[in-house]
């Protein structure tokens, strides 16, 4: 209880410093500061035993609730509109610039009709649209299959600048010998086909083959989280560690296509104004193939595996940093 002349509260036991508290006598009041005094040092003395000097607490206090904000801040962050909004420029950009070039280079081919620009406007107004469904259905979700589809789909968008425009449309809409034009887009496209076929063992290997699902798709408070960035760097890992013959077959694949069109031009007698668009086709199909497996990888772990792991466990599957 507290004393009503000196305002200080009642007694507390500090070592030999029994109270502050004053009698009521004023003998004794002109003691109460020095007592005091002694009794905080005491009981000072004592707190510091027991908690150090306060600052490891107040730092430990300090990294859990700054660890705490900051997964409060992932929680609250969507992933699904922040790639969405990464994306949207890629899918606009690609496709659109792909219908200018495909226009000004093809565009008085008699072959190419609207075709040369067309295509790329049709990507364009495809992949925006999707995005906006997306974004509609799976906005503050973060879903990792939505995730996936949006990644997909700026993956398409840069496919058909490299792969459609540069090499596809050389063998569809230039001058050159039908012969050599269809033999060219029957490689591609083979060529296409094999290594999409490629990725997808490979890739699936990696799922059935590894501990990488156990891994990559971590159960946190009844939902499991998928990291992308450790996501990538252990598929990289575990892929490795396969030694898959993979990486001789692409040594192979991506040379082909640039020595087949060196081969044809040193042959040929017309090196005239198709020589760039042969360079720009050499070039376009090794770099299309890589986007090829990287569409497969996006597609098998970002959007197929996470609808059978929801369907087995029963349990959302979430993208976070």
Same mark, same amino acid.
């Given at each position: 209880?507290?004393?009503?002349?000196?305002?200080?509260?009642?007694?507390?036991? %500090? @070592?030999?410093?029994?109270?502050?508290?004053?009698?009521? !006598?004023? +003998?004794?009041? &002109?003691? =109460?500061? *020095? #007592?005091? /005094?002694?009794?905080?040092?005491? %009981? @000072?003395?004592?707190?510091?035993?027991?908690?150090?000097? !306060?600052? +490891?607490?107040? &730092?430990? =206090?300090? *990294? #859990?609730? /700054?660890?705490?904000?900051?997964?409060?801040?992932?929680?609250?962050?969507?992933?699904?509109?922040?790639?969405?909004?990464?994306?949207?420029?890629?899918?606009?950009?690609?496709?659109?610039?792909?219908?200018?070039?495909?226009?000004?280079?093809?565009?008085?081919?008699?072959?190419?009709?609207?075709?040369?620009?067309?295509?790329?406007?049709?990507?364009?107004?495809?992949?925006?649209?999707?995005?906006?469904?997306?974004?509609?259905?799976?906005?503050?979700?973060?879903?990792?299959?939505?995730?996936?589809?949006?990644?997909?789909?700026?993956?398409?968008?840069?496919?058909?600048?490299?792969?459609?425009?540069?090499?596809?449309?050389?063998?569809?809409?230039?001058?050159?010998?039908?012969?050599?034009?269809?033999?060219?887009?029957?490689?591609?496209?083979?060529?296409?086909?094999?290594?999409?076929?490629?990725?997808?063992?490979?890739?699936?290997?990696?799922?059935?083959?590894?501990?990488?699902?156990?891994?990559?798709?971590?159960?946190?408070?009844?939902?499991?989280?998928?990291?992308?960035?450790?996501?990538?760097?252990?598929?990289?890992?575990?892929?490795?560690?396969?030694?898959?013959?993979?990486?001789?077959?692409?040594?192979?694949?991506y040379g082909v296509a640039p020595f087949g069109f060196v081969l044809y031009r040193i042959l040929s007698t017309n090196f005239g104004g198709s020589g760039v668009l042969v360079f720009v086709a050499a070039l376009g199909m090794p770099v299309s193939l890589w986007f090829v497996g990287f569409f497969v990888r996006v597609y098998l772990i970002m959007i197929a595996l996470p609808v059978k792991v929801e369907r087995q466990q029963q349990k959302r599957v979430v993208v976070a940093a």
């Amino acid at each position: 209880m507290a004393d009503g002349r000196s305002g200080i509260a009642g007694p507390f036991d %500090c @070592g030999r410093y029994a109270c502050c508290r004053p009698s009521g !006598g004023e +003998e004794c009041w &002109g003691d =109460v500061k *020095e #007592i005091c /005094g002694l009794s905080a040092k005491c %009981c @000072g003395q004592r707190l510091r035993s027991l908690f150090g000097d !306060g600052r +490891e607490m107040i &730092g430990a =206090v300090t *990294e #859990i609730v /700054g660890a705490g904000m900051s997964e409060a801040h992932q929680v609250d962050r969507d992933y699904v509109v922040e790639m969405i909004g990464k994306t949207i420029p890629i899918c606009l950009v690609f496709p659109l610039s792909g219908a200018g070039l495909g226009y000004v280079i093809y565009g008085d081919s008699r072959v190419a009709s609207g075709l040369s620009w067309e295509v790329g406007v049709f990507v364009a107004i495809i992949c925006c649209f999707l995005l906006a469904f997306v974004y509609s259905k799976y906005r503050r979700t973060n879903a990792l299959m939505a995730y996936g589809i949006v990644m997909s789909l700026g993956v398409v968008a840069i496919y058909y600048f490299f792969g459609v425009l540069g090499y596809f449309y050389f063998f569809l809409f230039s001058d050159e010998n039908w012969i050599f034009r269809w033999i060219g887009a029957a490689f591609g496209l083979g060529l296409s086909v094999s290594w999409m076929c490629v990725a997808y063992n490979n890739v699936k290997n990696v799922i059935r083959a590894t501990n990488f699902v156990e891994r990559a798709f971590v159960g946190i408070e009844g939902i499991i989280v998928y990291r992308i960035q450790n996501g990538i760097l252990l598929f990289d890992e575990v892929n490795n560690q396969k030694r898959s013959p993979r990486k001789i077959y692409a040594s192979a694949v991506y040379g082909v296509a640039p020595f087949g069109f060196v081969l044809y031009r040193i042959l040929s007698t017309n090196f005239g104004g198709s020589g760039v668009l042969v360079f720009v086709a050499a070039l376009g199909m090794p770099v299309s193939l890589w986007f090829v497996g990287f569409f497969v990888r996006v597609y098998l772990i970002m959007i197929a595996l996470p609808v059978k792991v929801e369907r087995q466990q029963q349990k959302r599957v979430v993208v976070a940093a």
